[in-house]
């Protein structure tokens, strides 16, 4: 069974969708900074890496997993109006504060919130 199948998803179609993070989203920040992330609701894509295989350090061969991808700068400024300055000040040290960058989160620590499917016009 596919990892989206808590929601409609076509292969190739740009939707977006509301979602709140409800559990700790993973990556590489330290854990008070994927704590900072609970219950911020922004707008996300479903997307699956582009790599599709990757090596992980010890050299095993996984399938790439789907993840959440969200503009940065949207992501930032909502942990922000959350409360969470120390957490948004966090990810702008790093550089996620520029245009056209994403942070991608754990398909599985996000819920759609209902009735919120966006779907973008096709651009082709």
């Not at 350090?57 to 996984?62: H, L, R």
């Not at 993840?67 to 948004?88: C, F, H, P, S």
Request: hydrophobic share 35%.
């Amino acid at each position: 069974m596919s990892e989206f199948s808590q929601f409609p998803y076509e292969e190739g179609k740009e939707e977006s969708f509301r979602v709140i993070v409800t559990s700790d989203p993973g990556s590489n920040p330290p854990e008070w900074v994927r704590q900072a992330w609970l219950c911020v609701e922004f707008d996300a894509q479903p997307v699956i890496p582009l790599l599709g295989l990757r090596e992980t350090p010890t050299n095993e061969v996984v399938e790439s997993k789907p993840v959440w991808k969200v503009n940065a700068v949207t992501a930032i400024d909502t942990l922000r109006e959350m409360g969470q300055y120390e957490a948004a000040d966090w990810w702008e040290t790093k550089g996620y504060c520029k245009e056209h960058t994403y942070l991608y989160l754990a398909i599985t620590s996000c819920e759609t919130v209902e009735g919120s499917q966006i779907v973008f016009p096709d651009m082709n």
